[in-house]
């Protein structure tokens, strides 16, 4: 029934009749081509842009830093490598702890301040201890660390990815 | 054959080249009706539109200074290099080499953060003139999306200069990013092409304000006139009281209404240069990825966003809060109302008075609260196992809704509103707030992003109010 009003309706006005059918599937058919034309244009545009890595060069921020002997760096000292983006702590008991100088806030660098024993990032006023843990907001986290192994007694720091944690404890710390 | 020396005598090529340009003999007739004047306004126009304090000629006063931007920031493509090692130093070069180069990058720098002010007190105009129902409805998202490309434009521009101001306050506000639950950290290397700052974002920010932004803006900026002359131009107030007319009082384009933009217009641009020429673009030292600058801030137009920063969650300060507001903005124009009042600034009496209230409410509670949060709450020490979220997030928030909503219980009370006076005397408090905060970024914070004076900011950062523009 319905099909026949429309039907009639078609012939008394064509243009207002919805398309049925034949006509209907393959309007319907042209939307679907589009559509996927526009998601496939979407997901190239997208994969195009996606961020690449760069190739670190050697010894360079991202890739795997020698930053010296166990001995060169005394027990409770903190040591900036400016290549790498790092703090090296050595702390009291002689463990090891790589922290990035970004802070967890927004991203400011932090500063060492060695007569208090802080990081003090001077964007937002967070501070840390000298294991990168949080003693003033508005920081939401601790510092995030970078993975140290030791070779025969000299210290290797790899930037290529920062470890993020949500509380900052011992065994976090690489002992010689 | 002889040739035909007799015939009527034919034009001469120059004189083709310069008849071709009115195309027919009936555009030649016409030729006022064919300039291109009346593709942009209609041949006449209700008289009462043309009064200055109906429009300010803010919509106009963005298009010239969009106008002065693609002039100017087409002359500064020619000397600057968008690459970290040589980016600063074109600056420098622009600045001291470059004959005039100081005035264009000023003129660049000055006209973009005006355009940002002149669109933001267009959108107000429209708003408190009723200038979004009906036929206009969808005209104001498209002015919405603009406002967003020139906030867009605005900040990949910020970045450009490579000197300490702009490098941290892209980092801060990038580092915001991060906070966007599950799409945040893939987000945030997606907008700065890594993990860092570096060369790719410098890239990606000067593709985004050279060519994307601005064919975007190209587009969508026509549309939007098109769209004020198909609502039979800008919003026109009603007759004055007692008087019926049939047919209000119409004046002809040319010449009322083009002079008067044209004097807007030089008024603008002489304005602009006064600025230019009387005050510097900020440039500080090139950027050091190794040292942050004390305070590092955001764009001013964006402090108002750091400032919730401190007093709220990340994810309520940079996700729900902004979603929120944007979300407002967008509803504005489809949200059921009783009476629709168009042309009128602010409505009616009743609607001035509960404006009035409503800003003096959110001036006067904001800096209250801002100082009690920063002094005296401190939910995440007084609540250690509860997480951050909770204590940081929805704990502030909850008195902040209950404030608004005991404030629209009583202003029912006390003033019976009508649906849409209430509307607009919530979007002043917000409004207001929103300004105020950004007011205490810019102004009231100094040293550690602690409040503090605007005289005991120092010397030093005196003059960033609106740091590392172009």
Same mark, same amino acid.
């Given at each position: 029934?319905?099909?026949a009003?429309?039907?009639?309706n078609?012939?008394?006005?064509?243009?207002?009749?919805?398309?049925?059918?034949?006509?209907?599937?393959?309007?319907?058919?042209?939307i679907?081509?589009?559509?996927?034309?526009a998601?496939?244009?979407?997901?190239?545009?997208?994969?195009?842009?996606?961020?690449?890595?760069?190739?670190?060069?050697?010894?360079?921020?991202?890739?795997?830093?020698?930053?010296?002997?166990?001995?060169?760096?005394?027990?409770?000292s903190v040591?900036?490598?400016?290549?790498?983006q790092f703090?090296?702590?050595?702390?009291?008991?002689?463990?090891?702890l790589?922290?990035s100088?970004?802070?967890?806030?927004?991203?400011?660098?932090?500063n060492w301040?060695?007569?208090?024993?802080?990081?003090v990032?001077p964007?937002?006023a967070?501070?840390?201890?000298a294991?990168?843990?949080?003693l003033t907001?508005?920081?939401?986290?601790?510092?995030?660390?970078?993975?140290?192994s030791i070779e025969?007694?000299?210290i290797?720091?790899?930037?290529?990815?920062?470890v993020?944690?949500?509380?900052?404890?011992?065994?976090?710390?690489?002992?010689? | 054959?002889?040739?035909?020396?007799?015939?009527p005598?034919?034009?001469?090529?120059?004189?083709?080249?310069?008849?071709?340009?009115g195309?027919?003999?009936?555009?030649k007739?016409?030729?006022r009706?064919?300039?291109?004047?009346?593709?942009?306004?209609?041949?006449?126009?209700?008289?009462?539109?043309?009064?200055? &304090?109906l429009?300010?000629g803010?919509?106009?006063?963005?298009?010239?200074?969009?106008?002065?931007?693609? !002039?100017?920031?087409?002359?500064?493509?020619?000397?600057?290099?968008?690459?970290?090692?040589s980016?600063?130093?074109?600056?420098h070069t622009?600045?001291?080499?470059?004959?005039?180069?100081?005035?264009?990058?000023?003129?660049?720098?000055w006209?973009?953060?005006?355009?940002?002010?002149?669109?933001?007190l267009?959108?107000?105009?429209?708003f408190f003139?009723g200038?979004?129902?009906?036929?206009?409805?969808?005209?104001?998202?498209?002015?919405?999306?603009?406002?967003?490309?020139?906030?867009a434009?605005?900040?990949?521009?910020?970045?450009?200069?490579?000197?300490?101001?702009?490098?941290w306050?892209? &980092?801060?506000? =990038?580092?915001?990013?991060?906070?966007?639950p599950?799409?945040?950290?893939?987000?945030?290397?997606?907008?700065?092409?890594g993990?860092?700052?570096?060369?790719?974002?410098?890239?990606?920010?000067?593709?985004?304000h050279?060519?994307?932004?601005?064919?975007?803006?190209? =587009?969508?900026?026509?549309?939007?006139?098109w769209r004020?002359?198909?609502?039979?131009?800008?919003?026109?107030?009603?007759?004055?009281?007692g008087?019926a007319?049939?047919?209000?009082?119409?004046?002809?384009?040319?010449p009322? !209404?083009?002079?008067?933009?044209?004097?807007?217009?030089?008024?603008?641009?002489?304005?602009?240069l006064?600025?230019?020429v009387?005050?510097?673009a900020?440039l500080?030292?090139?950027?050091?990825?190794?040292?942050?600058?004390?305070?590092?801030k955001?764009?001013?137009?964006?402090l108002?966003?750091?400032?919730l920063?401190?007093?709220?969650h990340?994810?309520?300060?940079?996700?729900?809060?902004?979603?929120?507001?944007i979300?407002? !903005?967008?509803?504005?124009p489809?949200l059921r109302?009783?009476?629709?009042t168009?042309?009128?600034w602010?409505?009616?009496?009743?609607?001035?008075r509960?404006?009035?209230?409503?800003?003096?409410?959110?001036?006067?509670? &904001?800096?209250?609260?801002?100082?009690?949060?920063?002094?005296?709450?401190?939910?995440?020490?007084?609540?250690?196992?509860?997480?951050?979220?909770?204590?940081?997030?929805?704990l502030?928030?909850?008195?902040?809704l209950?404030?608004?909503?005991?404030?629209?219980?009583?202003?029912?009370?006390?003033?019976?509103p009508?649906?849409?006076?209430?509307?607009?005397?919530l979007f002043?408090?917000?409004?207001?707030v929103?300004?105020?905060?950004?007011? =205490?970024?810019?102004?009231?914070?100094g040293?550690?992003?602690?409040?503090?004076?605007?005289?005991e900011?120092?010397a030093?950062?005196?003059?960033?109010?609106f740091a590392?523009?172009?």
């Amino acid at each position: 029934m319905a099909d026949a009003r429309k039907k009639m309706n078609r012939d008394a006005e064509p243009a207002a009749a919805a398309p049925s059918g034949r006509r209907g599937f393959l309007r319907t058919l042209w939307i679907g081509l589009g559509v996927v034309a526009a998601v496939e244009a979407v997901a190239l545009a997208v994969a195009f842009l996606r961020p690449w890595k760069p190739k670190p060069g050697a010894d360079a921020f991202g890739g795997v830093i020698t930053a010296g002997p166990v001995d060169r760096f005394e027990p409770g000292s903190v040591t900036p490598f400016r290549r790498g983006q790092f703090y090296l702590v050595r702390l009291e008991d002689g463990g090891f702890l790589a922290l990035s100088r970004k802070c967890t806030h927004l991203g400011c660098t932090v500063n060492w301040r060695a007569d208090e024993q802080q990081f003090v990032c001077p964007c937002h006023a967070s501070v840390f201890d000298a294991t990168g843990g949080v003693l003033t907001a508005p920081a939401p986290r601790p510092l995030d660390t970078y993975e140290i192994s030791i070779e025969n007694r000299t210290i290797m720091v790899d930037t290529a990815t920062p470890v993020r944690r949500d509380t900052s404890d011992n065994a976090q710390v690489t002992r010689v | 054959m002889p040739k035909a020396e007799h015939a009527p005598q034919r034009p001469g090529l120059i004189r083709r080249f310069i008849d071709s340009y009115g195309q027919s003999d009936r555009e030649k007739k016409h030729s006022r009706r064919g300039s291109l004047v009346f593709h942009l306004h209609p041949p006449t126009l209700p008289e009462r539109t043309l009064r200055l &304090t109906l429009t300010w000629g803010l919509g106009g006063m963005g298009l010239v200074l969009f106008l002065l931007l693609a !002039l100017s920031g087409t002359l500064l493509l020619f000397v600057y290099e968008p690459f970290p090692g040589s980016a600063y130093i074109s600056i420098h070069t622009l600045q001291d080499d470059v004959l005039f180069g100081r005035l264009v990058r000023n003129i660049h720098h000055w006209s973009a953060n005006l355009l940002v002010v002149v669109a933001l007190l267009h959108l107000l105009r429209v708003f408190f003139t009723g200038g979004f129902h009906d036929r206009r409805r969808f005209n104001w998202l498209i002015g919405l999306g603009l406002f967003g490309l020139v906030l867009a434009a605005n900040f990949t521009g910020y970045l450009l200069p490579w000197d300490q101001l702009s490098y941290w306050a892209i &980092t801060i506000c =990038t580092g915001m990013i991060e906070y966007v639950p599950w799409l945040g950290p893939g987000l945030q290397t997606w907008v700065r092409g890594g993990a860092e700052i570096g060369p790719r974002t410098l890239l990606i920010f000067f593709t985004m304000h050279t060519a994307l932004i601005p064919v975007l803006l190209v =587009t969508a900026m026509p549309f939007h006139f098109w769209r004020v002359r198909k609502a039979g131009g800008v919003v026109a107030p009603p007759p004055p009281e007692g008087v019926a007319e049939e047919r209000p009082p119409r004046a002809p384009s040319v010449p009322d !209404l083009v002079l008067r933009e044209l004097v807007a217009g030089l008024a603008l641009i002489a304005l602009v240069l006064v600025l230019a020429v009387a005050f510097n673009a900020p440039l500080a030292g090139e950027a050091n990825p190794g040292m942050s600058p004390d305070p590092a801030k955001a764009p001013w137009y964006f402090l108002g966003l750091q400032e919730l920063l401190f007093h709220f969650h990340p994810f309520f300060a940079v996700v729900l809060i902004p979603l929120a507001l944007i979300a407002g !903005l967008v509803l504005l124009p489809y949200l059921r109302y009783d009476t629709i009042t168009a042309g009128t600034w602010f409505i009616s009496e009743t609607g001035r008075r509960t404006a009035l209230v409503a800003a003096i409410a959110a001036l006067a509670a &904001t800096p209250l609260a801002v100082v009690l949060d920063e002094k005296l709450l401190r939910f995440s020490v007084w609540l250690p196992g509860v997480p951050a979220v909770l204590s940081e997030g929805l704990l502030p928030a909850v008195p902040a809704l209950l404030a608004v909503a005991g404030f629209r219980f009583w202003l029912n009370r006390r003033y019976q509103p009508t649906r849409e006076e209430l509307v607009q005397a919530l979007f002043v408090l917000l409004l207001v707030v929103l300004v105020v905060l950004t007011i =205490t970024g810019i102004w009231f914070r100094g040293s550690g992003m602690a409040l503090c004076w605007p005289w005991e900011r120092g010397a030093v950062h005196g003059l960033t109010i609106f740091a590392g523009g172009p």
